[in-house]
């Protein structure tokens, strides 16, 4: 009985060791394709709307340009720089007076997983969505070549990964009001038609922003993902 006792001991231990998870599938872990230079233009115009309404600079355009990083180490969660990102503002006016903001690299980094990754598992380019942040926003208002103010903050978002068998490409997107954390401050004396108070950055709808990443050539398949897993 003892032997037999001993036997199924046996027996059990090794379907658990059969079971249990080998270093090969261990832990998850964040990762880049297609790592390099990159582009994210605006869908639409933007208005940066200052203190509630009281100010809106209307542009025609909005860019992020920067780069993807490769895949950071083992165990980097969340990770910090994914990408580098560098605002760009086209065709400023604020009531009618052109208006020119210059802005600092900002910082692309993905929430933390497990559930920072909101798609399904699916090939990394396939569509994929990753929660993330852009930090680090840096930016100064300037009128007729006078610095008037600055914008600094954050925003939440989403990263979508292009999609090679819809033929879609990848996107940022982020919300408008709540979720962006902007602040204008005054620079000096600053100038009076730009006041203190939040911001946002909003598409004339007054929804948040989408952002397409744009190539010259090579389609979905060229362009960055970053995924967990």
Do not use: E
Not at 103 to 120: E, I, K, L, M
Not at 151 to 167: E, Q, V
């Amino acid at each position: 009985m003892a032997k037999l006792t001993r036997m199924v001991v046996l027996a059990c231990a090794l379907i658990a060791l059969a079971a249990a998870p080998t270093s090969a599938s261990a832990a998850p872990d964040w990762h880049s394709g297609n790592a390099g230079a990159y582009v994210l233009t605006a869908t639409t115009a933007v208005f940066i709307d200052i203190n509630a309404g009281a100010v809106r600079i209307a542009c025609t355009g909005m860019i992020f340009s920067g780069n993807v990083n490769p895949s950071p180490a083992a165990g980097t969660n969340p990770w910090v720089g994914f990408a580098s990102a560098t605002p760009g503002f086209t065709g400023c006016r604020t009531a009618g007076v052109p208006t020119t903001i210059a802005c600092a690299a900002a910082s692309f980094d993905t929430g933390v997983g497990p559930g920072a990754y909101a798609g399904p598992i699916v090939a990394p380019a396939d569509g994929g969505v990753t929660s993330m942040a852009i930090t680090g926003i840096s930016c100064t208002i300037s009128l007729a070549g006078r610095a008037c103010s600055t914008f600094t903050g954050m925003t939440p978002g989403l990263h979508t990964n292009p999609s090679n068998l819809a033929r879609t490409d990848g996107s940022v997107s982020f919300p408008g009001n709540p979720g962006q954390v902007l602040v204008a401050a005054k620079v000096g004396a600053g100038c009076a038609p730009i006041p203190n108070g939040a911001v946002f950055l909003l598409n004339p709808g007054g929804a948040g922003m989408l952002l397409k990443y744009t190539f010259p050539a090579g389609g979905p398949a060229a362009q960055p993902y970053v995924w967990y897993g």
